[in-house]
């Protein structure tokens, strides 16, 4: 009796004022694809490896939290040029998670450089880029790259 209620309370208060859900931030501005060689060579093991982005409980794919998620590899590294579908499982779920916090139009403010080092949402660590001038080095050549 108690939920009819409540949901009858709610009803009504919906029907009076505009309900609206919270939806979280808007995605960025222009969703790209950066380069998947670039992602393979130098991102993933220059940038998510020594910042511990998918270890356990951070981004990890099995237990992480946030938007991130980074998949345990479970092959080399894909080969320059091979096609994103004929990518393993593990890296192209990688890719695809990492880009969707990329700004190509504006790199420096994508998401996954300023989120993690404490200049966008909270990142509940704290900073943890450990070199900015590289993570923005990078972050700014990987969107460059065809």
Not at 63 to 74: A, E
Not at 105 to 113: G, H, M, Q, V
């Given at each position: ?21 919270a ?29 511990q ?13 946030g ?18 579908e ?27 450089l300023t989120?993690?080092e ?29």
């Amino acid at each position: 009796m108690r939920w009819a209620a409540l949901l009858l309370c709610t009803t009504a208060l919906c029907a009076t004022a505009a309900c609206t859900i919270a939806t979280g931030a808007p995605p960025d501005a222009a969703p790209c694809a950066p380069s998947r060689d670039f992602f393979v060579s130098d991102i993933y093991p220059r940038y998510f490896v020594p910042n511990q982005c998918g270890s356990s409980g951070c981004h990890s794919f099995d237990d992480g939290h946030g938007v991130l998620r980074l998949r345990t590899l479970q092959t080399p590294a894909p080969t320059p040029g091979l096609p994103l579908e004929a990518w393993d499982p593990s890296w192209r779920e990688t890719y695809l998670s990492a880009i969707h916090l990329v700004r190509c139009d504006a790199p420096l403010e994508s998401r996954l450089l300023t989120v993690p080092e404490g200049l966008g949402n909270l990142h509940p660590p704290g900073p943890v880029v450990l070199d900015r001038a590289t993570a923005a080095t990078l972050l700014e050549t990987w969107v460059a790259r065809p």
